[in-house]
């Protein structure tokens, strides 16, 4: 498996602004999902942003408008532009593969994660 290495969380106030990264520098899928998800203590992981390799791009209600999707295939790295945040943004926010196109945020049908990087926005 390939391995998933994020940065570019941290704490921000709300209204700014953070880029989430994720590369994977042993990818190999062809035809795939990759996806941004986040998971605050006591809730269940959501799906937050995905693309995929048919050229595909999915975003939560919550994050439309302010969050954007976006992969370097060269460095293969994924990113997440993050606008507009709000304390409700706060999270754990992971990044995953999976060798399907289908169903991009479903967060069930991923296996392999990154470690996570904490996003904390305050008011």
């Known amino acids: 498996q390939a391995q998933l290495v994020e940065s570019g969380g941290g704490s921000v106030q709300a209204g700014g602004s953070l880029r989430l990264s994720c590369a994977a520098p042993?990818?190999?899928?062809?035809?795939?999902?990759m996806g941004w998800f986040r998971q605050a203590p006591g809730k269940e992981r959501e799906g937050v942003a995905g693309?995929?390799?048919?050229?595909?791009?999915s975003y939560a209600e919550s994050v439309k408008g302010r969050f954007t999707i976006s992969r370097d295939n060269a460095k293969n790295t994924l990113y997440l532009q993050m606008n507009s945040l709000s304390p409700d943004d706060t999270s754990m926010y992971y990044c995953?593969?999976?060798?399907?196109?289908?169903?991009?945020?479903?967060?069930?049908?991923?296996?392999?994660w990154g470690q996570g990087n904490q996003v904390t926005v305050s008011s």
């Open positions: 693309i995929s390799s048919d050229g595909s791009y």
């Open positions: 995953a593969p999976k060798p399907r196109t289908s169903l991009c945020l479903r967060a069930s049908l991923y296996s392999y």
């Open positions: 042993g990818f190999t899928y062809s035809v795939y999902c």
